[in-house]
């Protein structure tokens, strides 16, 4: 990782109508480093990204990407960016070759070494073997790669993922990320939004959106570290009913059910959060098992959201 | 610029290619409509049925009743008691024109004031009922005429045969039709599957992405003309008295016009089937204010100020101009010079309301 800042966004504000989509969004991005958009459906996470490539012009603020300032110089921003869509946005009736050299075309790429590159790409994202078949016959997996492909032939300095890997299977979604590691290696900006949380986990540096205001920000460990909630595991036959009877208890923030299991967050202000979440278990009389435990990214997540919701309080991690 | 450009067209050629459906309409939306047009109107009506109710029944009568068959104009199917037979037979839509002739026939013949015999004529066709009036003028058998007031002389379609008067202008509805649909289609389709979003990503321009789309279509629309030139030329023998190439010209405006409309109307559309039905929205008032069905002259003043925005009532003009009589696109400028307008103008709306779209 390096020191210098690929995006540069200051009071980044989008309203469409009478809807504020992003709020006063302020962000410093680093180069050659995955930086992730975790937030729930509706939280301004796309409108963030498409107004940081350019796509979108901001109602307020200033953005600065790779040098480039986006007002003004948006379309030779637009050579330096690969941005994969959210739904495969490539040609289903051309091959995955001629959906490649169709890009090559558009992005002005040199002619000389153009097969070379093609066949580079193809080789990259094993896609070699399906050189001639169309890409709408192609399994999700595959289409995903020719997508990434497709992104990143004409070698963009930043990259942009949109919930890149919501229609493929776990394998699939880890060689993806092998692969954007591999870029990050060589010094490209990785900038993906998701609401999966072990893809979360995978970035380098995390903002967590909510309602278009940005809820809390960092590495994902000092994140979880510096959780503003204690976490509390609560291991019960009646879930249902203790469900019911923590959250009408002062003191606790949300309770999340896993299984068997239930996820509760206290304020921080509360001392012995286990203490809590026992007293008023054997007050409702539910036989249950109470366990402080570390945050997960969920946690965080459910934290950071919640807070938002409640009050309007901003946790700031890290 | 260049590049992307035709980046685009070849993309659009190859997806045309494999678009079985696309590909079978450019052949076969203007195979059929000629047929049909060809074949199947006629607008030189013949053998009209018609039924006698003939009171005066003397040789004078019959006479007439034969003669009147002889003209071929009508068909004399069935012979009636009286004129309420006739009445009853035109209800029922058994004859279209009846003839009655009166017991003092020979009498009404002799006095010049007062007509002969009557037609009842079926007035819900204009058509047959314009051919069926044309009865009226007709001679007495057997006797003298006066010389007529004029010669008619009828220059370029002596035969009045009706495709050398359809096909010219047919060559523009047809183009009309493709032309738009397939402009229309094509970028609603690349919205709907998802491409746009890559594209605006791109350094593809609008104005490139829109000339890309297009100018595979102005090669398709001009083959069109081709198969259509040579199949009325081999079918129904329409001549061509002016020069091939200065048809080719016109069409080649004719069709940019319509093609800026297409992309208008994609950019108006949400998804193809939106397309389809707004295509057809811009269809009938070409159809039906350009002077292909109606003549030009017969509308009112507002239709007439309208027909001369519709690019297909120059193409119409222009076609007949340098197919039918042999004249020469120089000669005819002032047509011309409406379809560029047209295509200006859409083609600014729509690379407007294009790039307005990506925000």
Same mark, same amino acid.
């Given at each position: 990782?390096?020191?210098?800042?690929?995006?540069?966004?200051?009071?980044?504000?989008?309203?469409?109508? +009478?809807?504020?989509?992003?709020?006063?969004?302020?962000?410093?991005?680093?180069?050659?480093?995955?930086?992730?958009?975790?937030?729930?459906?509706?939280?301004?996470?796309?409108?963030?990204?498409?107004?940081?490539?350019?796509?979108?012009?901001?109602?307020?603020?200033?953005?600065?990407?790779?040098?480039? /300032?986006?007002?003004?110089?948006?379309?030779?921003?637009?050579?330096?960016?690969?941005?994969?869509?959210?739904?495969? +946005?490539?040609?289903?009736?051309?091959?995955?070759?001629?959906?490649?050299?169709?890009?090559?075309?558009?992005?002005?790429?040199? /002619?000389?070494?153009?097969?070379?590159?093609?066949?580079?790409?193809?080789?990259?994202?094993?896609?070699?073997?399906?050189?001639?078949?169309?890409?709408?016959?192609? +399994?999700?997996?595959?289409?995903?790669?020719?997508?990434?492909?497709?992104?990143?032939?004409?070698?963009?300095?930043?990259?942009?993922?949109?919930?890149?890997?919501?229609?493929?299977?776990?394998?699939?979604?880890?060689?993806?990320?092998?692969?954007?590691?591999?870029?990050?290696?060589?010094?490209?900006?990785?900038?993906?939004?998701?609401?999966?949380?072990?893809?979360?986990?995978?970035?380098?540096?995390?903002?967590?959106?909510?309602?278009?205001?940005?809820?809390?920000?960092?590495?994902?460990?000092?994140?979880?570290?510096?959780?503003?909630?204690?976490?509390?595991?609560?291991?019960?036959?009646?879930? /249902?009913?203790?469900?019911?009877?923590?959250?009408?208890?002062?003191?606790?923030?949300?309770?999340?059910?896993?299984?068997?299991?239930?996820?509760?967050?206290?304020?921080?202000?509360?001392?012995?959060?286990?203490?809590?979440?026992?007293?008023?278990?054997?007050?409702?009389?539910?036989? +249950?098992?109470?366990?402080?435990?570390?945050?997960?990214?969920?946690?965080?997540?459910?934290?950071?959201?919640?807070?938002?919701?409640?009050?309007?309080?901003?946790?700031?991690?890290? | 610029?260049?590049?992307?450009?035709?980046?685009?067209?070849?993309?659009?050629?190859?997806?045309?290619?494999?678009?079985? !459906?696309?590909?079978?309409?450019?052949?076969?939306?203007?195979?059929?409509?000629?047929?049909?047009?060809?074949?199947?109107?006629?607008?030189?009506?013949? %053998?009209?049925?018609?039924?006698?109710?003939?009171?005066? %029944?003397?040789? !004078?009568?019959?006479?007439?009743?034969?003669?009147?068959?002889?003209?071929?104009?009508?068909?004399?199917?069935?012979?009636?008691?009286?004129?309420?037979?006739?009445?009853?037979?035109?209800?029922?839509? =058994?004859?279209?024109?009846?003839?009655?002739?009166?017991?003092?026939?020979?009498?009404?013949?002799?006095?010049?004031?007062?007509?002969?015999?009557?037609?009842?004529? %079926?007035?819900?066709?204009?058509?047959?009922?314009?051919?069926?009036?044309?009865?009226?003028?007709?001679?007495?058998?057997?006797?003298?005429?006066?010389?007529?007031?004029?010669?008619?002389?009828?220059?370029?379609?002596?035969?009045?045969?009706?495709?050398?008067?359809?096909?010219?202008?047919?060559?523009?509805?047809?183009?009309? !039709?493709?032309?738009?649909?397939?402009?229309?289609?094509?970028?609603?389709?690349?919205?709907?599957?998802?491409?746009?979003?890559?594209?605006?990503?791109?350094?593809?321009?609008?104005? =490139?992405?829109?000339?890309?789309?297009?100018?595979?279509? &102005?090669?398709?629309?001009?083959?069109?003309?081709?198969?259509?030139?040579?199949?009325?030329?081999?079918?129904?023998?329409?001549?061509?008295?002016?020069?091939?190439?200065?048809?080719?010209?016109?069409?080649?405006?004719?069709?940019?016009?319509?093609?800026?409309?297409?992309?208008?109307?994609?950019? !108006?559309?949400?998804?193809?089937?939106?397309?389809?039905?707004?295509?057809?929205?811009?269809?009938?008032?070409?159809?039906?204010?350009?002077?292909?069905?109606?003549?030009?002259?017969?509308?009112?003043?507002?239709?007439?100020?309208?027909?001369?925005?519709?690019?297909?009532?120059?193409?119409?003009?222009?076609?007949?101009?340098?197919?039918?009589?042999?004249?020469?696109?120089?000669?005819?400028?002032?047509?011309?010079?409406?379809?560029? &307008?047209?295509?200006?103008?859409?083609?600014?709306?729509?690379?407007?309301?294009?790039?307005?779209?990506?925000?």
């Amino acid at each position: 990782m390096s020191d210098s800042i690929a995006i540069d966004a200051k009071g980044l504000t989008k309203r469409f109508g +009478s809807l504020t989509a992003v709020d006063d969004l302020h962000l410093q991005i680093p180069e050659a480093a995955i930086y992730g958009f975790l937030g729930p459906n509706g939280s301004g996470k796309s409108t963030a990204i498409r107004m940081l490539c350019g796509l979108l012009t901001p109602t307020a603020g200033e953005v600065e990407v790779l040098g480039f /300032r986006v007002k003004g110089q948006a379309e030779e921003l637009k050579r330096h960016i690969g941005y994969m869509t959210q739904k495969f +946005s490539l040609y289903e009736d051309l091959t995955v070759e001629e959906n490649l050299r169709f890009l090559a075309a558009v992005y002005g790429l040199p /002619r000389r070494d153009l097969k070379q590159r093609i066949d580079g790409a193809l080789e990259e994202y094993w896609l070699t073997e399906q050189r001639k078949q169309f890409a709408g016959t192609m +399994s999700g997996g595959q289409k995903q790669r020719l997508a990434l492909a497709g992104a990143t032939l004409h070698r963009p300095r930043l990259l942009i993922l949109d919930e890149p890997t919501s229609a493929v299977d776990p394998q699939s979604r880890r060689d993806f990320w092998d692969i954007l590691f591999a870029l990050v290696e060589h010094g490209t900006t990785v900038l993906v939004s998701t609401h999966y949380m072990d893809e979360a986990e995978r970035c380098h540096n995390l903002a967590i959106l909510d309602r278009g205001r940005l809820v809390a920000e960092g590495r994902p460990r000092d994140l979880i570290r510096n959780i503003n909630a204690g976490v509390v595991e609560i291991e019960t036959a009646s879930p /249902r009913a203790a469900r019911d009877c923590l959250e009408a208890t002062d003191g606790v923030q949300s309770v999340a059910q896993l299984g068997t299991r239930l996820h509760a967050l206290t304020d921080k202000a509360v001392e012995d959060p286990a203490g809590l979440i026992r007293r008023a278990l054997e007050k409702a009389h539910i036989d +249950s098992e109470v366990d402080s435990v570390t945050a997960n990214l969920e946690d965080v997540f459910v934290a950071a959201t919640r807070l938002n919701r409640h009050g309007g309080r901003e946790t700031h991690a890290a | 610029m260049l590049r992307r450009l035709l980046a685009i067209a070849g993309k659009e050629v190859r997806q045309l290619k494999r678009d079985r !459906l696309t590909f079978g309409m450019i052949v076969g939306v203007p195979l059929l409509q000629i047929l049909l047009f060809g074949y199947a109107i006629d607008l030189d009506v013949r %053998n009209v049925s018609a039924a006698v109710a003939d009171h005066a %029944n003397t040789s !004078l009568s019959r006479q007439l009743v034969a003669s009147t068959e002889a003209s071929q104009v009508v068909r004399i199917t069935r012979s009636a008691a009286g004129p309420e037979e006739l009445e009853a037979l035109l209800d029922a839509g =058994e004859i279209d024109v009846g003839i009655y002739i009166p017991h003092d026939f020979e009498r009404r013949v002799m006095d010049a004031d007062r007509p002969a015999g009557q037609l009842l004529i %079926n007035g819900s066709d204009p058509t047959v009922e314009s051919i069926a009036r044309r009865l009226t003028q007709m001679p007495l058998p057997g006797r003298a005429q006066p010389p007529p007031l004029f010669e008619a002389r009828t220059y370029y379609n002596p035969e009045r045969r009706s495709p050398v008067n359809i096909v010219p202008a047919l060559i523009g509805v047809i183009l009309h !039709l493709t032309m738009v649909l397939f402009t229309a289609i094509a970028i609603v389709r690349e919205r709907e599957r998802g491409n746009l979003e890559l594209l605006i990503t791109t350094p593809v321009t609008s104005s =490139e992405l829109m000339l890309g789309k297009i100018i595979p279509y &102005v090669i398709i629309g001009l083959i069109q003309v081709t198969l259509i030139l040579w199949v009325s030329q081999w079918l129904f023998d329409v001549p061509v008295r002016g020069h091939v190439l200065d048809l080719y010209l016109a069409s080649a405006f004719f069709i940019l016009a319509a093609l800026a409309l297409g992309l208008t109307v994609s950019t !108006l559309a949400k998804t193809q089937f939106q397309a389809i039905q707004l295509t057809v929205f811009t269809f009938l008032p070409s159809i039906l204010l350009s002077g292909f069905m109606f003549p030009f002259e017969g509308m009112p003043r507002v239709a007439q100020w309208i027909g001369e925005a519709i690019p297909l009532t120059h193409f119409v003009r222009l076609s007949r101009g340098i197919l039918v009589r042999g004249a020469e696109l120089g000669e005819l400028h002032a047509e011309i010079w409406p379809m560029l &307008v047209f295509f200006t103008v859409f083609m600014i709306v729509a690379t407007l309301r294009f790039s307005k779209r990506l925000d």
